[in-house]
């Protein structure tokens, strides 16, 4: 079955940095949109970035550009989140997710079109 599993959250200083990693098994992965979504308290669930494992652009939100960056290694078959620069408002559930079967190029930003989901993990800024 697919799974995908986070680790890397934590508390950090503004300014800081962290890395997320989520390890993905159960499918395809090489055909797969990948993408990482935030919820904070009392908001919505909003993306953050977003990539296809085969290549292809990735995307940021325009509140990470330039800090995070989204990454994978296809031997792991992991996606990794690279977060510097980290601010308060940073501050979040962070959620990996996985869409198989998507051509290069049509990876989305909505939270809907993704099948599968990790559990979350938090990132606390101060």
């Known amino acids: 079955h697919v799974q995908l599993v986070e680790s890397g959250g934590g508390s950090v200083q503004a300014g800081g940095s962290l890395t997320l990693s989520c390890a993905a098994s159960?499918?395809?992965?090489?055909?797969?949109?990948m993408a990482w979504f935030r919820q904070a308290p009392g908001k919505e669930r909003e993306w953050v970035a977003v990539?296809?494992?085969?290549?292809?652009?990735?995307y940021y939100a325009d509140s990470v550009k330039g800090r995070f960056t989204i990454s994978q290694n296809n031997a792991k078959n992991t996606v990794y989140l690279q977060m510097n620069s980290l601010k308060p408002g940073d501050t979040a559930v962070y959620y990996c997710?996985?869409?198989?079967?998507?051509?290069?190029?049509?990876?989305?930003?909505?939270?809907?079109?993704?099948?599968?989901w990790g559990q979350g993990t938090q990132v606390t800024v101060s």
């Open positions: 990539m296809h494992i085969s290549g292809g652009t990735t």
């Open positions: 159960g499918y395809t992965y090489s055909t797969s949109c």
């Open positions: 997710a996985a869409e198989p079967g998507v051509i290069v190029g049509l990876c989305s930003v909505v939270a809907g079109a993704y099948r599968y």
